[in-house]
């Protein structure tokens, strides 16, 4: 059996309210690219994921899927804050990744003790910057996780 034969066995069993009420509330993947709530497709590019949000065409880049996916479901839940967060501490992840493979090029090529200190420094500065970032992105990922998860059991016990 497969999807179309499935997917018209199953519409035989549950109406249609029930089916689109579960497009809204599903996230599924379609080959490279991920389908959420019926309202945001996750496409995987180069460098990262890109968002795109169908209603209004914005489009969004991330560097993981697990901050797309936070993203598109704090976004979902209208926590404007919390998702225009997401997005800022996303593009400061990615220039710190850049910045510190740079200066690790330069630490390796540099032959003066003072300026491989300086680089030294750096990367252990950018080091420490990372983790603080990715502690509070992860924190909006259990937040985004919990709301979801409550919007989960909401929808099952209607």
């Known amino acids: 059996m497969n999807d179309e034969q499935l997917f018209q066995s199953l519409a035989k069993l549950v109406d249609a309210r029930t089916i689109d009420a579960l497009k809204k509330t599903i996230i599924f ?33 991330f560097t993981s899927l697990k901050y797309a996916v936070t993203w598109v479901t704090l976004d979902k839940c209208d926590m404007v804050y919390e998702s225009n967060r997401v997005i800022y501490l996303d593009m400061i992840l990615a220039g710190i990744e850049v910045s510190s493979l740079l200066y690790d090029t330069y630490l390796k090529t540099v032959k003066s003790i ?25 924190l909006f990922a259990v937040k985004a996780k919990a709301r979801q998860m409550a919007r989960f059991n909401q929808s099952c016990n209607k």
């Open 29 to 61: 993947k379609d080959g490279n690219q991920y389908i959420l709530f019926e309202k945001y497709v996750i496409h995987h590019v180069p460098h990262g994921y890109k968002i795109v949000r169908i209603t209004d065409d914005s489009t969004y880049t």
């Open 114 to 138: 003072e300026t491989r200190f300086i680089y030294s420094n750096k990367l252990k500065e950018n080091s420490s910057r990372k983790k603080e970032i990715t502690k509070e992105l992860d």
